[in-house]
């Protein structure tokens, strides 16, 4: 009896070894990384299925939805042709700040104290690339 006992004691404490380097490589794997260069204190990059939404830092919900192809004027003031889509902004903290946008690929918006960019768009949805800009620089 006392030897299974020792060993169901080791067999625990080897679990929670296992559960503690596992939560410490989830901690890892899903850090924000810092971005200096473009003022940003931290970035997600998410994709977000058409007629979904997405969170961002707890604190900024954005619906996807309206994917279709039209004309529109690219970053670089060129007429283009392509697939395009609308954006809801939604501010948990400051439902004031809602809004929403149509968007390009490569399009950026500017929302609160965050940038979003639509970094590809294909009719089931979007990839986005969210910043949430340092207020302090």
């Keep these: ?36 260069d473009n003022q940003a204190s931290a970035e997600m990059l998410s994709y977000v299925p ?10 900024l919900d954005i619906g996807v939805g309206n994917i279709w192809e039209e004309d529109y004027i690219d970053n670089n ?15 948990r903290h400051d439902p004031s700040q809602n809004t929403d ?5 490569e399009k950026k918006v500017l929302v609160a104290n965050y940038s979003v960019e639509a970094v590809d768009i294909e009719e089931e949805g979007v990839m986005l690339k969210v910043s949430l800009l340092d207020s302090n620089k």
Excluded at 9 to 17: R, V
Excluded at 77 to 91: A, N, R, S
Excluded at 101 to 105: A, D, M, N
Aim: a positive charge.
């Design 101 to 105: 946008v149509r968007v390009y690929p």
């Design 77 to 91: 003031g060129e007429p283009k042709k392509g697939i395009t889509c609308g954006l809801w902004f939604y501010l």
């Design 1 to 36: 009896m006392k030897k299974e006992k020792l060993i169901n004691a080791k067999e625990i404490k080897i679990f929670l070894i296992l559960m503690a380097i596992c939560f410490f490589i989830f901690i890892a794997c899903n850090r924000v990384e810092g971005n200096p």
């Design 50 to 59: 058409k007629n979904g939404k997405g969170t961002f830092f707890n604190n």
